[in-house]
């Protein structure tokens, strides 16, 4: 039988797992010329399979993000959450020199050096996953992408993870489907590239299966309809998140929170420098990101 010691010790060491786990996410995102970034993140338990990241490569012209769930929860999703962030982000800033690539090229004609980097990251994850712990049954979904912040053009890799949405400023949505399995599921796995390109105030909206799977009482999910439905309000990033954020909220009521929810957004300003202001969001260490 646990004494109350070890039940006290044992909720102080979780607690300790959440800060530690909290100091993996990005501090604070990106501020980028004519871009807008948000994200908030919410374990369902003290600590979790879900993150995030983002961070400016190729000489600062370029930016990196990922939005990424993995299999099962608690402190061994935690624990594999944490090495893949690691690898991810080891492997897309390292020899940035090495990233253009002959094929394939954007519409101008030239390379596209997000190409080179994506794949080594997504890649090079994989392959050290499944050598290494391919025996512990852990995989992740995962959506990798890297744009060019001059021109909103977008490389990405989906890896089984729920498809982003990009909400054009027009009112249209196109959903960034997988272009690979899961990381960690098999060796030697196929990834493909997917493109897009994000006009001005066009919206990236990337969140886990925690916002459309999220329960009400009765066990109602809120679906990907609602979401969808909200995202085609306009806003500025943060404004689309916190609007996400409460929705979810609402819907579930008192009821348990069955999964992690992770979402991060990132917008193109609908107007020229200067005319956009920036506001920042204050981090708030109770759950909500950046």
Known sequence: MHSAVDESRFERELQIGREIQRGFLPENLPELDEWDIAAYFEPAREVSGDFYDAYDVINGDFLAFAIADVCDKGIGAALFMALIRSLLRQAAVADEGLTAVPEPVGSAGRPLPGAALALRAVRTTNDYLTTNHLHQAYFATLFFGV??????????????HNAPVVQRATGEQLSLLPTGPALGLMRDAHFDLGFATLERGDLLYLYTDGVPEARNPAGEFLGEGRMLAMLADPGRAATVIERMRKAVAEHAGVGEQF???TMLGLLRHPAGPGEYQRTTEPRDDGGDGP
């Open 147 to 160: 744009v060019d912040t001059r021109t909103g053009e977008l490389i990405y890799i989906n890896c089984g």
């Open 259 to 261: 999964d992690d929810i």
